[in-house]
């Protein structure tokens, strides 16, 4: 049975090689896995949770699964209003400003990019 710190350092390492999978054109496989990673990563900690949702969110976007992709930005800027992550949350928001763009929803865009702006200003590592 894997202990709580070894499923956060497996979520961890999915997130992080995100890139990796892209580079290698396996989108899918890594949309699986992120996907059956979500339930741990909610029950290890909210910053997994967002972070899974981030990538989620992310790959939706690339997919144009617009409607999916808001549901995970929305979750994720909740889960970053209260979580001190300030890279993470920034993503979230950019991430919510592209789908706003590609879904047409220009007067929503200034409101993301705000948010991601405030996030960037509190210090990214």
Not at 42 to 69: T, Y
Not at 91 to 98: A, N, R, V
């Amino acid at each position: 049975q894997p202990t709580t710190e070894h499923k956060r350092t497996l979520i961890r390492l999915l997130c992080d090689n995100v890139v990796v999978f892209q580079l290698l054109f396996r989108y899918e496989e890594c949309y699986a896995r992120l996907l059956e990673a979500l339930p741990t990563a909610a029950e290890v900690s909210p910053e997994l949770e967002g972070m899974v949702l981030n990538r989620l969110g992310h790959m939706e976007w690339a997919f144009c699964a617009l409607d999916a992709a808001k549901a995970r930005g929305r979750r994720a800027s909740t889960i970053w209003a209260s979580e001190e992550n300030p890279r993470e949350q920034a993503y979230c928001e950019l991430m919510i400003g592209w789908v706003h763009l590609v879904a047409g929803e220009f007067a929503e865009i200034p409101a993301a990019e705000e948010e991601a702006l405030a996030a960037v200003s509190r210090g990214i590592d």
